[in-house]
């Protein structure tokens, strides 16, 4: 089974690739199918190359990849052609409509991909493919990222950079999703011929070209009716207050942590060996240091708890 991903090969700009490899993984074993990866874009640099295979060899040791050059036309409708499902896990606040997944739904395939922006108004869940939910820090939280940014501590890619580190990409739906379609094929091709029908329907160019000039004229009579100007420092808002509608849900103090593996040593463990990939290493200013980490898994050790429950020795409380 062949699994599309097509796109930006930009870990701290378009979507870490973290779930879908990790999600990958887990679908293989429980199949028990040979599954094949087909990554189909372009590196920024040779580094950025050498994170992404690094990552896919220690998180995806039993996938088979092809990496296919995106800026070639040719063998990107080749690997459109190549696949039976497509993935677009984005989590990065660059993503807006995302014109990949419309491309699969008009290639016929089943669209597996994050519930973030765009991509939740044009792929309807159970119908053309999966949503996965998300899950962002709640407004008041990335002020000091906003603040770093106006005042040029960070550049643009380290400010996006770290905002998408504090996303959340659901893996374990991911991974019965992708278990789901590898094992079903009926189901997907009726998801793909329901994707292909409505990006024919709503997205070809002889109907959305209407809906621009209706954008236009909307902006233009909001233009004209102005009579007063203002500024707002953008770079100053807090970025999860202005994307707060993008993923699915936010935390709250009354949200449940638990641990995935089975003890806290085994956690930490995992932890410290997570952070030597570069996909993950590149946004160390947000990952918290391992006293806090340790106390975070030893709090939730014997019961999951809900956030505001969960504090340090000096009453600190721990917010994720």
Avoid at 52 to 64: D, G, N, Q, V
Avoid at 104 to 120: R, T
Wanted: positive net charge; hydrophobic residues 40%.
């Amino acid at each position: 089974i062949a699994i599309l991903y097509v796109g930006r090969l930009s870990f701290h700009a378009k979507a870490n690739p973290f779930p879908m490899y990790k999600a990958l993984e887990k679908a293989a074993v429980k199949s028990k199918k040979k599954i094949v990866l087909i990554e189909c874009g372009f590196y920024g640099t040779k580094d950025v190359e050498n994170a992404f295979k690094k990552a896919c060899e220690y998180l995806s040791p039993s996938i088979r990849v092809i990496r296919t050059n995106g800026t070639d036309q040719k063998l990107k409708s080749k690997s459109y052609a190549a696949a039976q499902i497509f993935c677009s896990l984005s989590d990065n606040v660059q993503e807006t409509f995302g014109i990949t997944p419309i491309e699969a739904m008009a290639a016929g395939l089943p669209v597996v991909v994050s519930d973030w922006d765009g991509y939740k108004d044009t792929v309807r869940n159970n119908i053309d493919g999966f949503l996965i939910p998300t899950v962002m820090p709640p407004p008041g939280f990335g002020k000091d990222i906003s603040i770093r940014y106006a005042l040029s501590i960070d550049n643009y890619d380290k400010y996006i950079g770290y905002l998408s580190n504090f996303i959340s990409v659901d893996i374990d739906t991911t991974a019965n999703i992708f278990y789901k379609l590898i094992s079903n094929e009926k189901l997907r091709k009726t998801m793909g011929l329901n994707a292909k029908k409505r990006a024919t329907e709503k997205y070809d160019w002889n109907k959305i070209i209407f809906e621009y000039e209706d954008l236009w004229s909307n902006l233009k009579s909001i233009k004209n009716k102005a009579n007063e100007s203002y500024y707002i420092w953008s770079a100053r808002l807090d970025p999860f207050h202005i994307f707060s509608s993008y993923p699915s849900k936010t935390l709250s103090k009354d949200s449940i942590i638990s641990l995935i593996y089975e003890s806290a040593a085994i956690s930490l463990l995992k932890y410290k060996e997570l952070k030597k990939l570069t996909i993950i290493q590149y946004a160390n200013y947000t990952i918290p240091n391992e006293e806090f980490v340790e106390h975070l898994f030893k709090s939730i050790e014997v019961d999951s708890k809900q956030i505001s429950e969960i504090g340090f020795e000096n009453d600190n409380q721990i917010y994720i």
